[in-house]
């Protein structure tokens, strides 16, 4: 199985996750656990930093698409960013940019969350 490691910086009411590896069937039960986590604690502002991830299957993505309406429906949401091109085409292929703020770098999501809140 090839590793998988999420990292967390929280500023405020907004939490950046790090993604690193390989978000499959057989990783994203972390991903999930991780969004629990931030539920739990009402934190519901969250950036995706896809910089180290290298790979993501369909199971991955379901994770953003399990969690999307509870964050937005507590006034939240998934802002995603620094994806490669590989990731970027794999979302964008399935239609995630209508769906999800997709943005080059860590900073516009940021701007994002500061200018709609």
Not at 15 to 32: C, K, M, P, Q, R
Not at 59 to 79: C, H, P, Q
Not at 80 to 100: A, E, Q, R, T, V
């Amino acid at each position: 199985m090839d590793e998988f490691t999420i990292t967390e910086k929280k500023t405020d009411d907004l939490v950046i996750l790090y993604l690193n590896g390989f978000l499959d069937a057989h990783t994203s039960s972390v991903l999930e656990k991780k969004f629990e986590e931030l539920l739990s604690k009402k934190l519901y502002k969250v950036i995706i930093n896809f910089a180290g991830l290298s790979y993501i299957s369909s199971a991955g993505l379901g994770v953003f698409m399990a969690y999307i309406e509870t964050l937005r429906s507590n006034s939240g949401d998934i802002k995603l960013s620094n994806m490669s091109d590989k990731i970027y085409n794999i979302f964008d292929m399935l239609g995630f940019p209508i769906l999800f703020n997709i943005v080059r770098d860590e900073s516009e999501a940021v701007t994002l969350f500061n200018t709609n809140a």
